[in-house]
């Protein structure tokens, strides 16, 4: 099921500007598998174009976060927001990345904490204190 | 504003099982300052109690991850939940652990593109790759 | 703050159509206050009938679940979209309706416990087993 | 999979109430075809009835707002509450409003834009100014 | 599909610190069936000891409000979380302690009702009454 | 409350890459007033130049959807999102793009109407019907 196509090899093929983002996928991930998550956006080049970039600067260049730190945060959010796709592509990511069963555990259970807490002070509107202001 | 009353320290100290709890947050954090989400959880000792026991287990027992890492984790899933209180105690918490202003820039840019790829990803309602299926 | 005008007693009064829903609560609820979330839908008097109009038969009508029981659940759901203004309202309603605080203890473990599992399950991407199978 | 019963031609039929519900549906869509929603909530009737007179008000009736902008709107709540069933139906019934692929990318980049300054927002918890108070 | 590996029975038999919660699990609940949730956190012992732990205190101890209304709670919770998995498997739980068509009908009202009114009053920004506040 | 701090126009004024996104702002809009938003992310220069950019390309440049339905999806998505501080800002917007009373009236029915029902679709976890599968 989804509500776009997903295009095809051929397809990309034919089109030299969907065609230029993903021959750069592949050469950023060295890698000849294209997922799905491209694959569909590529109906949309504009924006196909503008994520890809977004995603090698926000995730690929080098800065002081290290890559496996920002696949765990990246879950972390598909997980709340509810994404079956992007928890299955990024913790497959993770893994890649070096993600131990033992760190996969931490993970979950932090990810587990800070729901259970969320709801916990989001149920009794906490008011925050001073002392955690900065603005 | 708040939906339950905020313990004083006297009124903790008028409460063993309540007090047990606090004199452990104050010595293991070793601080005085305890904040309003324990003050408001101090009204059901056993959630008080369980909850506590918790965070000291995930957030503050030495494991594979760094307390750090945890820390943003903790600050993604609340940021996704609209957890003000949450957002706020984490962010300082992570400040107090050494977040540098660079490293917390990465840190909203991550935060902000996995937002972006989810609702992508869910409004595409794209299928999973088999690749990164593991079950 | 607020991104609509709140309506006074007197402009109430001023606008029959508004007029005959505000004393209909007033009547139905047998008190002379009416909270903001009214004032606010005051500006739309079509949604302002219609959202009062399924109030009355979901909340108010009786049937095989009791108003206590209603409003957990509807606290539930308010704590989870974490919309802090029907949170507040509905905490009240349910002390109003006789809510205890040992009863207001286990409903906050119960949230926090399924937000707990609904994280752990989301990151996991856990297949339904076939024997929860209804359709 | 479902949590609940699908109701088939033949047992509708054998209930008056849901019949005439469903028979509404047929002729105001001016189309034989009734989808899963509606039958799920057949095993409800009041619930079927209110919801179907809810979304012919909501959605059907002429007003202020153009059919495809209403039907925007509705995937775009779809998708934020990842709601795959409903993405999947009010995208269906934008494209047979005429949504075209430029349209539908465009709303892709602002649903994805929003989400992403939603969590900017959220995890820097920046003030409302009071420029956008009217309340 | 999922991120995780499911243990079969022949590897929890192999590992005494996850057999012994299997054990509790079909203890607890007389049943030989124990589901995909717990064989996806048996990757995680410490993690699967603590869920089961606290699940037991919070869901199966008696205490003021009575198991079905816990699960009520707790589907409501998975609802807005968009949780797949807890909802199927929550309501079949709801429907084994005897959750009528009836009383289903009625809680999804409540859900549904307060899902709309959480949107109204977070699109209105509707600010907290003060007769509303506890804290 | 905040998590970062908000810069001032003389902090502004005294780094050159900041400013120039400033000035942008200013100029683009034809106004001086620079909301909090930017005066958050002025911590973090290369965010704030993606987050404006992207912006403007998305939300300013026209297309062939006009300015206010993009402002429509987009205070639907922050509404979802619970994000106080988008909800107030694009509901200003709007209105200065010539949002009606009457046309926030059937916005919010919509906004509503949705949430009611991808509620509900949840909670029954309804089969998406294979007409509405595109890919």
Excluded at 48 to 75: A, C, F, N
Aim: hydrophobic letters at 45%; glycine letters at 4%.
């Amino acid at each position: 099921m989804a509500t776009t196509k997903l295009w095809t090899d051929e397809e990309v093929a034919g089109d030299p500007r969907v065609k230029a983002v993903f021959d750069d996928i592949r050469a950023t991930r060295q890698s000849d598998f294209v997922n799905n998550f491209w694959r569909a956006l590529a109906n949309q080049p504009a924006l196909l174009e503008r994520t890809w970039s977004s995603i090698k600067k926000v995730m690929i260049e080098p800065g002081t976060l290290d890559p496996l730190t920002k696949e765990l945060i990246y879950i972390a959010v598909s997980t709340v927001n509810s994404c079956s796709y992007c928890v299955h592509s990024h913790t497959a990511a993770a893994r890649a990345k070096g993600l131990t069963e033992e760190q996969h555990g931490e993970f979950l259970a932090v990810v587990a904490m800070a729901s259970e807490t969320n709801a916990l002070a989001n149920a009794l509107q906490i008011p925050v204190d001073p002392e955690f202001n900065v603005g």
